[in-house]
């Protein structure tokens, strides 16, 4: 008797602790910053042209990114209308990336072109680059730059490259943000600034936060 009774009592132990791990794992999901960012429910590359389509209520938006002549070009567009136009001189598509993430129940789009992306060579111009984020603004229904580089403080103007997309310090507290800083984008790049955007809908606004 007392060798059957053990065998059941460990299973009922063993039930109960796996009912409290999967109970705690079910309150505290993982969070990781490449969740702020929307993945496209399709994509198509080309030489010169990358588009990215976005699932939005029963409708679609793209965004593409297009190399013409010295200019990428960002544009978006609500089925066959054009809503949304920006560019900014780079040689190359591989210096314009773009994406979309939720702020406070909102859909935004964001938009990096830079004209170096690595290390400066000896001899090269120094580099420069623009970001935006996009979105329809619940006021007026009418597409609009919400956030433009171009107005922020810049402390290295003279040589720099600039990013806006997730960024996260801890796995609870990923968050939108744009960054300024001499080879930016390589493996020991530093941000010289980072800023980060919080979009609040009662105002219409993003706020920001020096970091």
């Not at 938006?61 to 190399?67: F, P, S």
């Amino acid at each position: 008797m007392k060798n059957k009774r053990i065998p059941l009592l460990f299973l009922l132990v063993l039930v109960a602790i796996l009912g409290v791990s999967t109970s705690v794992s079910a309150v505290r999901p993982p969070v990781s910053g490449a969740q702020l960012i929307l993945k496209p429910v399709r994509t198509e590359q080309g030489k010169d042209v990358r588009r990215s389509y976005y699932q939005v209520g029963t409708g679609e938006i793209k965004a593409t990114l297009a190399q013409m002549g010295t200019q990428i070009h960002f544009t978006l567009w609500e089925g066959k209308q054009n809503v949304f136009h920006f560019s900014a001189p780079a040689s190359r598509l591989g210096l314009g990336s773009s994406g979309a993430f939720m702020s406070d129940g909102h859909l935004f789009f964001y938009c990096n072109i830079n004209t170096r992306t690595g290390w400066r060579p000896p001899g090269a111009p120094p580099a420069s680059g623009r970001a935006v984020i996009v979105g329809k603004s619940p006021v007026d229904g009418v597409w609009r730059i919400y956030v433009d580089s171009s107005d922020y403080y810049n402390p290295v103007p003279d040589d720099f490259q600039v990013y806006i997309g997730s960024v996260q310090h801890s796995a609870d507290h990923p968050y939108i943000a744009l960054a300024f800083g001499r080879e930016l984008y390589t493996d020991t790049g530093r941000p010289a600034v980072r800023y980060r955007l919080d979009y609040h809908a009662d105002t219409d606004q993003f706020t920001y936060e020096e970091e």
